[in-house]
């Protein structure tokens, strides 16, 4: 480390947030060929509470020939100072600049980040488009992470986008550059040769067609990479044990991918689809590893809907039994509430019981797929009390197609009967406190409410203070999601590459870690937006059932048919019934993997 960034360091806050040296910590010095940095367009504390960031840096660092480092999110104040100090952005394992690596990776798990992906490649002095990289030396660019559904409005940045699991495509990827490198191939031979891997979109050999500023077209496609069997897959457990304390600092076990409710706004439950479990004894061994490996206090089971893994009640009672013994807290995440038990809370103080009915009335309920009944809410809330629960964190939807002012005031109606049962069944005499958080439906690709308009920002606000004025209960508090970063949201989950130069305009004004509130500026996404003539209407509006998709060139397993089906369904408010090993319902992904294995 030179002078001047030690005294750098000295001067910023958490300075360990940018050094490694965590417990657990790979061999960096091993012989290798490849070197990879994996980096994550957020500060240290959020990236390191990513679960597939680390399964696929310890993955990395345990392939032959390989080396993987890891690089955040510098936050504001340490930006600066690398700016002003004209040092280059670096990874925190061996501070080796980004520009010094074969290979980085960006994980982006939300549209509000896409600023910072740019922040980071302005702190490493490595050119935003792909384009620009061509007669450089500089290392392959590459993408990951949920918001690859729809990698469209940040493709060009990107030599290769991993669409789908990386324990294969991003395994692959990394062996065939280094059997490339070894013989001498350029950056274009290798990525003609990845381009054939399932899940690896080059942006340069995949394009959209457009006539009249509308896709009508794709010159190809790509389809997402799958794991068969999540039994077999590459999962860690010996994990990294950051220096400071991380948002989620604790053990995690991943029990499944996919889900088989079918929420019809959630594009988690289409995208990580087929469904796959892992086999109960494995999640034993491994929470147990986990435990003698790190030293952690806590471990946390996590999937899309916990309560659905077919070994649950075993499962917590051989951890329990096994693994925590008494000396480690086992935390659950929300439960549905039709399968909440009071044996699958975890273990320790009680706290608040979390729970999203999205919608506030069965009939909305219905039409998102939400198969939860009121009986379902009711008898929840009274096991809960009874359970000697004193808190409910409640979350909802704003927004969602078809919603009328019945449906607001029945958020209203769940928060009154919380407090109503409480004086019947509560067994404390501390009063029950009642939080409840409401965002605005966002319509995400590779949902059936992909095609749905989102809310204007006059009916966002509307809608917020119908609660804030009935909401004015009092032990009740109210959080809502803001308006104006929702716009944002939309604008690019649903966005094409037309909107990459609008991302470039708008970090060039200042806009970056626009996932805090108190750095989003919407005035100046107006300005970058107005800027190239471009409105958020052409985003946020209503679209045909016939227009061509931006992410259509993607064959993600769930079919458009499918997804159009359930649209119709849910404005005839049929539900659903949830997938299951007698039950399948036709969308599709398990022509490419099979489910329930």
């Not at 804030?468 to 989950?493: C, G, M, P, Q």
């Amino acid at each position: 480390m030179n002078k001047k960034l030690k005294e750098i360091l000295l001067n910023v806050e958490k300075p360990a947030r940018y050094v490694g040296g965590e417990f657990n910590m790979p061999n960096m010095n091993k012989p290798c060929t490849t070197r990879v940095c994996l980096s994550f367009p957020e500060i240290y504390e959020i990236g390191m509470s990513n679960i597939g960031f680390r399964i696929l840096y310890h993955m990395l660092n345990d392939m032959d020939g390989v080396v993987c480092e890891r690089c955040f999110a510098p936050f504001v104040d340490m930006g600066e100072q690398l700016k002003a100090n004209n040092i280059p952005l670096f990874s925190v394992d061996s501070l080796k600049p980004l520009v010094d690596f074969d290979i980085v990776g960006m994980s982006i798990g939300y549209e509000l980040l896409y600023t910072n992906v740019l922040y980071m490649l302005d702190l490493a002095g490595i050119p935003y488009r792909a384009k620009d990289r061509v007669n450089g030396n500089y290392p392959i660019l590459i993408a990951g992470g949920p918001c690859v559904v729809n990698p469209e409005p940040f493709a060009e940045v990107f030599d290769a986008i991993m669409i789908g699991e990386g324990e294969k495509n991003l395994k692959e990827f990394t062996l065939l550059y280094d059997e490339c490198k070894k013989q001498g191939l350029t950056k274009a031979e290798f990525l003609d040769k990845a381009s054939s891997l399932d899940g690896v979109y080059v942006p340069s050999k995949v394009m959209p067609i457009y006539e009249n500023n509308k896709i009508v077209g794709f010159t190809g496609n790509v389809k997402k990479a799958v794991v068969q069997d999540l039994d077999k897959a590459y999962f860690p457990t010996k994990i990294l044990v950051p220096n400071i304390e991380i948002t989620h600092d604790r053990a995690v076990l991943e029990l499944y991918r996919g889900c088989n409710n079918g929420c019809r706004f959630c594009q988690a439950c289409f995208y990580y689809r087929p469904i796959r479990s892992r086999k109960l004894q494995t999640l034993l061994e491994y929470g147990k590893q986990l435990v003698q490996n790190t030293g952690y206090s806590e471990l946390s089971l996590s999937s899309l809907s916990t309560s659905d893994y077919e070994s649950l009640h075993e499962l917590i009672k051989g951890l329990k039994d096994n693994v925590c013994n008494g000396n480690v807290r086992l935390a659950m995440p929300s439960l549905r509430l039709d399968s909440y038990k009071a044996e699958y809370m975890g273990s320790g103080r009680l706290g608040s019981l979390t729970f999203a009915p999205e919608a506030g009335s069965q009939r909305l309920r219905n039409v998102i797929n939400k198969n939860i009944t009121d009986e379902n809410i009711k008898n929840t809330i009274k096991s809960a009390l009874e359970f000697g629960y004193t808190g409910f964190k409640l979350y909802f939807m704003i927004g969602l197609p078809t919603e009328t002012e019945e449906d607001l005031q029945g958020i209203v109606d769940i928060v009154l009967l919380i407090k109503e049962m409480a004086k019947q069944y509560s067994k404390s005499k501390r009063p029950v406190q009642i939080t409840v958080s409401t965002s605005v439906f966002i319509p995400k690709p590779l949902t059936p409410f992909q095609w749905e308009r989102q809310i204007t920002e006059e009916e966002m606000l509307e809608k917020q203070k119908f609660l804030i004025d009935n909401l004015h209960i009092k032990n009740v508090r109210y959080n809502w999601h803001s308006a104006d970063s929702s716009i944002i949201e939309t604008v690019f989950a649903r966005g094409d590459r037309n909107l990459l130069k609008v991302i470039e305009k708008a970090y060039s004004l200042g806009c970056k870690f626009d996932g805090w509130s108190e750095k989003f500026d919407f005035d100046k996404w107006k300005n970058a937006f107005e800027e190239y003539g471009i409105s958020f209407e052409n985003y946020t509006g209503e679209w045909q059932e016939s227009d061509i998709l931006p992410w259509d060139f993607v064959e993600h397993g769930v079919s458009k048919k499918y997804l159009l089906n359930e649209r119709h369904k849910a404005y005839s408010g049929i539900t659903t019934k949830a997938c299951g090993k007698n039950n399948c319902s036709g969308c599709g992904a398990n022509k490419i993997g099979r489910c329930f294995e």
